[in-house]
Nanobody, 121 residues
Framework: QVQLVESGGGLVQAGGSLRLSCAAS????????IGWYRQGLGNQRELVAA???????NYAGSVKGRFTISRDNAKKTVYLQMNTLKPEDTAVYYC???????????????WGQGTQVTVSS
């Protein structure tokens, strides 16, 4: 499976923005569905946004309208642009290959180290 490395997290104030990057290695990236997941303190890991190989997207209701997922196959990178951040967005964010961008619960491979996003109030 594709190997993915997350970056771009940091500490921001509520209302601020961050862009996360998911850099891939391997030869199959362009045909892979990729999802951004997050796990906040005391919360279950949840899908935030997903993108298909064709660029179709899927968002959690809590981030719809604020976050945008995109991909650049030439750079083998998936991005998550996060705007109007809220304290409840604080979590470790992970990217993961998915069997389908429409199926949040089925992912391929293992979890990486993720990138920490902290939003202060």
């Amino acid at each position: 499976q594709v190997q993915l490395v997350e970056s771009g997290g940091g500490l921001v104030q509520a209302g601020g923005s961050l862009r996360l990057s998911c850099a891939a290695s391997g030869s199959t990236f362009s045909i892979n569905d990729i999802g951004w997941y997050r796990q906040g303190l005391g919360n279950q890991r949840e899908l935030v946004a997903a993108i298909s190989s064709a660029g179709d997207t899927n968002y959690a209701g809590s981030v719809k309208g604020r976050f945008t997922i995109s991909r650049d196959n030439a750079k083998k990178t998936v991005y998550l642009q996060m705007n109007t951040l809220k304290p409840e967005d604080t979590a470790v964010y992970y990217c993961r290959q998915m069997v389908s961008y429409t199926i949040p619960t089925i992912a391929i491979g293992s979890w990486g180290q993720g990138t920490q996003v902290t939003v202060s109030s």
